[in-house]
């Protein structure tokens, strides 16, 4: 069974920086995507930045030149370091990866999120 395990989350002051980061445990035949969504409180989730395997990252336009993903994969890790963080980055973080295990199609699969609060 697959599951993505998020960690780094926390409570920081405007300006601070912190690091996020999501394993994938279980056995994974390969990985197309992995990202990073976001939810504030009263608001739908959104993307904040996903990487495709080969393919070109994107970010959301409210945390460009201040979040920047990557991946490690050979651990099957993706981190999400953050800069600059503003009150309004306040929410839970859900990782998020597009991935397949042997037998089975590709399919997304969710973290259980980690809360990152932003205040003075």
């Known amino acids: 069974q697959v599951r993505l395990v998020e960690s780094g989350g926390g409570w920081v002051q405007p300006g601070e920086s912190l690091r996020l980061s999501c394993k994938t445990s279980g056995i994974v035949f390969s990985i197309n995507a992995m990202g990073w969504y976001r939810q504030a409180p009263g608001k739908q989730r959104e993307l904040v930045a996903v990487m495709p395997s080969g393919g070109s990252t994107n970010y959301a336009d409210s945390i460009k030149d201040r979040f920047t993903i990557s991946r490690d994969n050979a651990k099957n890790t993706v981190y999400l370091q953050m800069n600059s963080l503003k009150p309004e980055d306040t929410g839970v973080y859900y990782c998020?990866?597009?991935?397949?295990?042997?037998?089975?199609?590709?399919?997304?699969?969710w973290g259980q999120g980690t809360q990152v609060t932003v205040s003075s």
């Open positions: 998020n990866a597009d991935l397949r295990v042997r037998g089975s199609p590709s399919r997304t699969y």
